[in-house]
């Protein structure tokens, strides 16, 4: 059972450029979690969605950044006309339940180190 | 909304020693705790957690205690090791898994 997967593991881009980071969820988990660390600083979160639909994203800067989670395929935070300071890394975290769940362990990916130059 | 305070920011301690490190946290609504290992460049992973009807748990050399009424949980690490070296965060969430991650500890555990 594979675990979270997230690619690609480092990402440059340059001023100006288009980010797009994938996750795939554990086998069996539905829902959805992107978190962005900044160096020597905790994990800040950003969005949590479900398939097809974005539940909360109270945590993302509201220019540039979109989140998606479509019926198929992995779930991908999309960041436009990147700038020095989106430079982080992002970590996703997928669970099998969500809102109103008892179970809420997160599992996290190995997260991807954008760089932007 | 939740904010979550940990201290202490860095702790070293000497091979064989203990080592506590402690958060708050601001919504008494929040009723799970957990706590996250992370090695430099590598992902979280999750190491213990508590729930908010539960006062303490302990899983071999760890443990985590909680008390509701002063908003504030400790993680104990005992007998510890050099591979214990890490950046601990403690997080609290509400309902659903919208952690809310505490600032970190950097733990040295020298021979």
């Known amino acids: 059972n594979a675990g979270v997967m997230q690619n690609p593991r480092h990402l440059v881009r340059r001023r100006g450029q288009e980010a797009r980071l994938r996750c795939s969820p554990m086998k069996g988990h539905s829902h959805v979690y992107w978190y962005r660390q900044l160096p020597e600083e905790g994990l800040k979160f950003m969005v949590y969605?479900?398939?097809?639909?974005?539940?909360?994203e109270s945590g993302m800067p509201k220019e540039r950044f979109s989140a998606e989670f479509p019926k198929e395929g992995p779930s991908i935070l999309r960041i436009q006309q990147v700038v020095r300071g989106d430079s982080a890394a992002y970590f996703c975290?997928?669970?099998?339940?969500?809102?109103?769940?008892?179970?809420?362990?997160?599992?996290f990916g190995s997260g991807t180190q954008l760089s932007v130059l | 909304g939740e904010n979550v305070e940990q201290h202490p920011s860095t702790l070293s301690v000497q091979e064989g020693d203990s080592a506590v490190i402690k958060c708050t946290y601001s919504d008494s609504a929040s009723n799970y705790f957990p706590w996250y290992k992370q090695e430099l460049g590598k992902r979280p992973q999750l190491i213990i957690d508590?729930?908010?009807?539960?006062g303490e748990k302990k899983d071999q050399r760890i443990a985590v205690t909680l008390n509701k009424t002063a908003k504030h949980f400790s993680l104990h690490i005992t007998e510890t090791q050099p591979e214990d070296s890490a950046v601990y965060f403690c997080a609290a969430a509400t309902g659903f898994q919208k952690l809310v991650f505490g600032t970190g500890t950097r733990l040295l555990v020298s021979p």
């Open positions: 975290a997928s669970s099998p339940r969500g809102q109103g769940s008892t179970n809420e362990k997160l599992f």
């Open positions: 969605l479900q398939k097809e639909n974005i539940i909360d």
């Open positions: 508590i729930r908010s009807n539960v």
